[in-house]
Structure formats: C-alpha cells, structure tokens
C-alpha cells in the first residue's frame, strides 16, 4: 500500500478543521461557498507535492498520513 494522501480544510471565518481524503469528499461535507472555489479549481490548483490553496474563506492543504509500519508497534 502506498502513501495515504489527506487534504486538511481550515475554515477561516469558522476557524474549523477537516480532513479529507480526497478533493471529491470535501464537497460531499461542504459547499463551493463555504470553501471560496469549486472542485474543479481545487483538482488543477497543484495541491499535489504539499501544495497549498488560499481562498477568502479556506485553507486547504495537501499532504500524506504518517503512520507506524506494519507490524511496527511505534513504541519506544
């Protein structure tokens, strides 16, 4: 399994986070209004590769989970 990718929204007005798995599933939580752009914005806006979007209302960041290997009980 490759690396899992998160797209974090932070509503700026509302000063509230979510975290997204894909750009799709945000607009399943919340409209183009309350984000500043639309899906279509989003996918060619280059959030790949730690890109960063600044709308009037969001911020809206993409990056990958950081998680323990398999079997790795990610104790000291």
Do not use: N, W
């Not at 799709?24 to 500043?36: K, R, Y």
Request: include cysteine; proline fraction near 4%.
């Amino acid at each position: 399994m490759g690396p899992v990718k998160v797209i974090h929204v932070h509503l700026i007005g509302k000063r509230r986070d979510l975290y997204f798995g894909s750009i799709a599933a945000i607009f399943t939580v919340l409209t183009p209004d309350e984000v500043g752009c639309g899906y279509d914005y989003l996918r060619r806006a280059g959030l790949s590769g730690g890109g960063m979007v600044m709308t009037k209302k969001a911020c809206i960041k993409q990056s990958t989970l950081i998680t323990c290997p398999r079997g790795d009980s990610c104790r000291e």
